[in-house]
């Protein structure tokens, strides 16, 4: 049985329409990354999950239990939905502590004591343990987003629901709150994730949809959607994002053909000559430093780099990913030249390693 | 003559500060009782002012317009004189009925704003954990709606204390009216009304202070969590 099941859902605003007809299936633990132009109905889509906007017609069944049904015990089915959403909506008249185990407390019978460990375990996997006693108000908006990722793990959901976790954030905080996601994909729990950070969703979806025409355009694993988009506007959407890979297996590897593929790229979408200076430099830096630290002499080497480039706006994002010894060039007590020079030049860095450390670099 | 001899004529010659003291705990009276049933009231109020059914949201909208837009003294004659004047109702029980007409339209109204002003998102946020449309409403929009309420809740209290010094026009001796007959008395206006406009005063800060040590309090409590 899927956990969620969705059937013929329509919803209109007067006389516009924003979802005709979308059916879909998800199956417990599957991530699911929701993707499209703004405005085009990802957000009444989640919420329709939730019924915080009831459907004009169609079904949802959330683990073979009917929402939309007439009767149906909305509140009951809601505690095995988390929702995260943009603008976070802690309650600002209570501190962490209180956030985490309101609903928990009162709804799952926990007494106040257990709640109260399982928020602070809760919390000090996403390192905010000391920020218990504190009021959202002095909290900054990454810190502020993984407390409403813990609020929702509380009631222990059998799926989370993401409407643009990321958008309403200062870019040097949006790394913390992925990671914290990135976490999640660990756990056992179903995930639908509205977002426009491609490369996150392509890392981490096992299903991409698109949406477009008030329901699902296309939909598919990532490599596909992104790589091979069949249907004309996923090919319009995906295409204003541009991707270049470099694969790196020897300490000998070709810099001028990485550097030459990178000029080439970047001249070919339009990038300015001193970016795409910046962009090589960064990309040799990041390289000669990951292959001094991570790897021993005779060791072999497989580090793969990938740029994108987002012709809409201009976002142009490094990612790298290297086998080889953790190690996190941000985190040094001395930066070395090299790591000085990126850091400078980027908009945000972040490290993160699961077996294999990966780095992101927003330029 | 000394100031003094004033002061003894203004309160204590013939058990001034008696009627004086009468006269204060009538307006006490009528705020208290009025700001009881005028805050009650005005909660039922914005409650309709905020159903969705069309008929009952507007008549509460009227009801708020039309109470705030006119002079409480205008209320006040027109019940006295006009709608009760056949009821045998005591003057007091009438300046009762229309304080707390006045108040609640003036709460309602504060109340609708300050629910307005409070994020929606959080309430949603609560709902979606599986909270109940009550207790989302409990635990999370009212608390944030009376904080935003209370600094204005705090001034209507004390516009409602003054509010009240119109009774005399109804015959009722409050503290205003008992101050102006002890200056005709005592023939020292300006000793006596000084003395009545202190009393006002202190009544006002009487508020503030309250509504300071409720705060404290809670301090402490979240200083002691
Ligand atoms: N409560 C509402 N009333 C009227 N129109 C709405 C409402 N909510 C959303 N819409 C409209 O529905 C469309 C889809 O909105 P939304 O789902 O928020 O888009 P997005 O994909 O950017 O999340 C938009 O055109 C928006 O104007
Ligand atoms: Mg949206």
Not at chain 1, 231 to 237: E, G, W
Not at chain 2, 109 to 127: F, M
């Given at each position: 049985?899927?956990?969620?099941?969705?059937?013929?859902?329509?919803?209109?605003?007067?006389?516009?329409?924003?979802?005709?007809?979308?059916?879909?299936?998800?199956?417990?633990?599957?991530?699911?990354?929701?993707?499209?132009e703004?405005?085009?109905?990802?957000?009444?889509?989640?919420?329709c999950?939730?019924?915080?906007?009831?459907?004009?017609?169609?079904?949802?069944?959330?683990?073979?239990?009917?929402?939309?049904?007439?009767g149906?015990?909305?509140?009951?089915?809601?505690?095995?939905?988390?929702?995260?959403?943009?603008?976070?909506?802690?309650f600002?008249?209570?501190?962490?502590?209180?956030?985490?185990?309101?609903?928990?407390?009162?709804?799952l019978?926990?007494?106040?004591?257990?709640?109260e460990?399982?928020?602070?375990d809760?919390?000090?996997?996403?390192?905010?343990?000391?920020?218990?006693?504190?009021?959202?108000?002095?909290?900054?908006?990454?810190?502020?987003?993984?407390?409403?990722?813990?609020?929702?793990?509380?009631?222990?959901?059998?799926?989370l629901?993401f409407?643009?976790?990321?958008?309403?954030?200062?870019?040097t905080?949006?790394g913390?709150?992925?990671?914290?996601?990135r976490?999640?994909?660990?756990?056992?729990?179903?995930?639908?994730?509205?977002?426009?950070?491609?490369?996150?969703?392509?890392?981490?979806?096992?299903?991409?949809?698109?949406?477009?025409?008030?329901?699902?355009?296309?939909?598919?694993?990532?490599?596909?959607?992104?790589?091979?988009p069949k249907?004309?506007?996923?090919?319009?959407?995906i295409q204003?994002?541009?991707?270049?890979?470099?694969?790196?297996?020897?300490r000998?590897?070709?810099?001028?053909?990485?550097?030459?593929?990178?000029?080439?790229?970047?001249?070919?979408?339009g990038m300015?000559?001193?970016?795409?200076?910046?962009?090589?430099?960064?990309c040799?830096?990041?390289?000669?430093?990951?292959?001094?630290?991570?790897y021993?002499?005779?060791?072999?080497?497989?580090?793969?780099?990938?740029?994108?480039?987002?012709?809409?706006?201009?976002?142009?994002?490094?990612?790298?990913?290297?086998?080889?010894?953790?190690?996190?060039?941000?985190?040094?007590?001395?930066?070395?030249?090299?790591?000085?020079?990126l850091?400078?030049?980027?908009?945000?860095?972040?490290?993160?390693?699961?077996g294999?450390?990966?780095i992101?670099?927003?330029? | 003559?000394?100031?003094?001899?004033?002061?003894?004529?203004?309160l204590i010659?013939?058990?001034?500060?008696r009627?004086?003291?009468?006269?204060?705990?009538?307006?006490?009276?009528?705020?208290?009782?009025?700001?009881?049933f005028?805050?009650?009231l005005?909660?039922?109020?914005?409650f309709?002012?905020?159903?969705?059914?069309?008929?009952?949201?507007?008549?509460?909208?009227?009801?708020?317009?039309?109470?705030?837009?006119?002079p409480?003294?205008?209320?006040?004659?027109?019940?006295?004189?006009?709608?009760?004047?056949?009821?045998?109702f005591?003057?007091?029980?009438?300046?009762?009925?229309?304080?707390?007409?006045?108040l609640s339209?003036?709460?309602a109204?504060?109340?609708?704003?300050?629910?307005?002003?409070?994020?929606?998102?959080?309430?949603?946020?609560?709902?979606t954990l599986?909270?109940?449309?009550?207790?989302?409403?409990?635990?999370?929009?009212?608390?944030?709606?009376l904080?935003?309420?209370?600094?204005?809740?705090?001034?209507?209290?004390?516009?409602?204390i003054?509010?009240?010094?119109?009774?005399?026009?109804?015959?009722?001796?409050?503290?205003?009216?008992?101050?102006?007959?002890?200056?005709?008395?005592?023939?020292?206006?300006?000793?006596?009304?000084?003395?009545?406009?202190?009393?006002?005063?202190?009544?006002?800060y009487?508020?503030?202070?309250?509504?300071?040590?409720i705060?404290r309090?809670?301090?402490?409590?979240?200083?002691?969590?």
């Open positions: 049985m899927p956990l969620i099941e969705v059937k013929g859902l329509c919803k209109s605003f007067g006389e516009r329409v924003v979802l005709e007809d979308v059916n879909l299936e998800v199956s417990d633990g599957e991530r699911i990354a929701i993707i499209g703004s405005g085009c109905g990802k957000s009444v889509f989640l919420r999950l939730e019924l915080l906007t009831v459907p004009d017609r169609g079904q949802i069944l959330i683990d073979g239990q009917e929402i939309t049904a007439k149906a015990d909305v509140d009951r089915i809601r505690r095995s939905m988390g929702m995260v959403y943009q603008k976070f909506h802690l600002s008249h209570m501190n962490v502590m209180d956030n985490l185990c309101l609903a928990p407390v009162r709804l019978g926990m007494t106040r004591e257990a709640a460990e399982k928020a602070m809760l919390l000090s996997q996403v390192g905010l343990s000391t920020r218990a006693n504190d009021f959202p108000e002095v909290l900054s908006g990454g810190q502020q987003q993984r407390i409403a990722i813990c609020r929702s793990l509380m009631m222990d959901p059998k799926v629901l409407d643009e976790p990321t958008s309403a954030l200062d870019p905080m949006v913390e709150v992925l990671a914290v996601i976490m999640l994909s660990k756990r056992h729990l179903a995930m639908l994730i509205v977002t426009h950070e491609m490369s996150f969703a392509r890392e981490l979806a096992d299903r991409v949809l698109f949406f477009a025409e008030h329901g699902i355009y296309e939909q598919g694993p990532p490599a596909e959607v992104f790589e091979h249907r004309a506007k996923t090919v319009a959407f204003k994002i541009k991707y270049f890979s470099f694969e790196i297996t020897s000998k590897f070709d810099l001028m053909k990485m550097q030459g593929g990178l000029l080439v790229f970047g001249e070919k979408y300015r000559h001193k970016r795409i200076g910046r962009l090589q430099l960064c040799e830096e990041l390289v000669y430093e990951m292959m001094a630290q991570c021993a002499p005779e060791e072999p080497v497989s580090m793969q780099l990938a740029v994108s480039y987002a012709e809409a706006d201009g976002r142009c994002e490094i990612e790298l990913t290297c086998s080889g010894k953790e190690y996190n060039p941000f985190a040094q007590e001395e930066d070395e030249l090299g790591v000085t020079i850091k400078k030049m980027a908009a945000r860095l972040e490290y993160t390693y699961d294999r450390s990966r992101s670099i927003l330029l | 003559m000394s100031f003094q001899e004033q002061l003894y004529k203004v010659e013939g058990d001034s500060y009627t004086i003291l009468s006269g204060l705990l009538v307006t006490l009276q009528i705020t208290a009782v009025s700001l009881l005028g805050t009650l005005g909660a039922g109020v914005c309709l002012c905020t159903r969705k059914n069309k008929a009952v949201s507007v008549i509460a909208g009227v009801y708020i317009a039309v109470l705030r837009g006119t409480v003294l205008m209320l006040l004659l027109l019940l006295y004189y006009g709608v009760f004047a056949r009821a045998g005591a003057p007091v029980v009438v300046a009762i009925m229309t304080f707390s007409l006045n339209a003036h709460v109204e504060l109340l609708r704003a300050s629910a307005q002003a409070i994020d929606t998102g959080q309430v949603e946020a609560a709902r599986g909270l109940g449309r009550r207790d989302a409403f409990r635990l999370v929009a009212l608390p944030q709606i904080r935003i309420a209370k600094p204005v809740y705090q001034s209507l209290i004390v516009n409602l003054q509010w009240t010094s119109v009774v005399g026009y109804i015959s009722i001796t409050d503290l205003t009216r008992v101050i102006n007959n002890t200056a005709a008395r005592t023939m020292q206006p300006f000793l006596t009304i000084t003395v009545g406009m202190l009393l006002y005063l202190g009544l006002s009487l508020v503030y202070g309250i509504f300071a040590l705060d309090r809670k301090g402490v409590r979240h200083a002691a969590d």
